[in-house]
């Protein structure tokens, strides 16, 4: 299976996510920002950071770059494009899943390991886990998930809710919103559930010494999904 | 020509960085605030000098850029 990790002027979790994705079997490609074409890829990862200093809004800048075109061709044509944290903030920006992710409610940056309850496995993404609470890590300023009533409605309409903050045993309430996101939403599919933009981080989970194994999971599942 | 452009969020939009500024205001000693609400502002040099046009090329980046349409309202308020 062929994956891609885009890397942007700023971008700084495109080497972890390398790892993780080479470490369950993936062949993975770094990829320009620059460049206009995308390597033939089962899967494109837009990585964490902080792409273009995080200037004028959060993956603005990034949205716009050459090989934005080659990746938003490639989701519209049913390819799997994942963004995570940055590479959500990117994904929004681009249109290609709705909302937008606004400062963090409290105005602080948010590290730490969090519950996400999966909402929906019928997708590439989830399907067949065996888990349906998962623990990652999130580590962000702009995570605040926020999109307008009529976008709620449609997003919930299709389903498109990936997962959500909740605790250890899948409560999603207030006490486990870290951020201020509109209904606990920790991540969010395209309607065709190819796209799948999330502030969490997998790749973070992946080495029972250093985190969690929680993320090798979610890749082993995601890699017998694709195959 | 330079256009000036200001980005505000929309009405039900959070505001937690405005909500600081009114409670570090509010403890200053500026009592008589309802809200605060804050903003971006741009000044774009265009090389267009008919002031409709120039208009209309700083109205498109707020558009396609400047603005997220989902949570801000943009606004040209001088050319000159």
């Known amino acids: ?227 | 020509m330079k256009v000036s452009a200001i980005i505000t969020l929309k009405k039900d939009v959070l505001d937690p960085q405005g909500k600081v500024i009114h409670q570090t205001l509010d403890g200053m000693g500026f009592k008589d605030i309802n809200e605060v609400r804050q903003g971006k502002y741009f000044e774009v040099d265009v090389k267009e000098n008919d002031p409709i046009k120039a208009k209309n090329i700083v109205e498109d980046m707020c558009k396609k850029l400047l603005a997220n349409l989902v949570i801000e309202n943009y606004k040209i308020i001088e050319t000159q």
């Open chain 1, 1 to 227: 299976m062929k994956s891609s990790v885009i890397t942007f002027p700023g971008s700084n979790c495109d080497r972890d996510i390398d790892v993780a994705l080479k470490k369950f079997g993936f062949k993975n490609k770094m990829v320009w920002h620059d460049d206009v074409e995308l390597p033939k890829s089962d899967l494109v990862v837009l990585p964490g950071g902080f792409s273009y200093g995080d200037y004028l809004r959060c993956g603005s800048m990034a949205s716009k770059s050459k090989i934005m075109n080659s990746v938003i061709n490639f989701a519209k044509s049913g390819g799997l494009v994942m963004g995570i944290c940055n590479g959500f903030q990117i994904l929004v920006e681009t249109g290609l899943v709705p909302g937008v992710l606004l400062r963090n409610k409290y105005l602080e940056f948010i590290c730490k390991n969090v519950f996400l309850k999966i909402n929906n496995k019928d997708n590439p993404y989830f399907k067949n886990l065996e888990k349906n609470i998962l623990e990652f890590h999130i580590a962000h300023n702009e995570g605040n998930y926020f999109c307008t009533n009529d976008q709620l409605k449609e997003i919930e309409d299709n389903n498109q809710v990936a997962i959500y903050y909740c605790n250890e045993s899948g409560l999603t309430d207030k006490n486990h919103n870290p951020n201020g996101s509109t209904n606990n939403i920790a991540g969010i599919f395209n309607k065709e559930k190819n796209v799948l933009g999330m502030m969490p981080h997998p790749e973070r989970m992946i080495d029972q010494s250093l985190s969690g194994e929680d993320g090798s999971l979610f890749f082993k599942n995601l890699i017998n999904n694709i195959k």
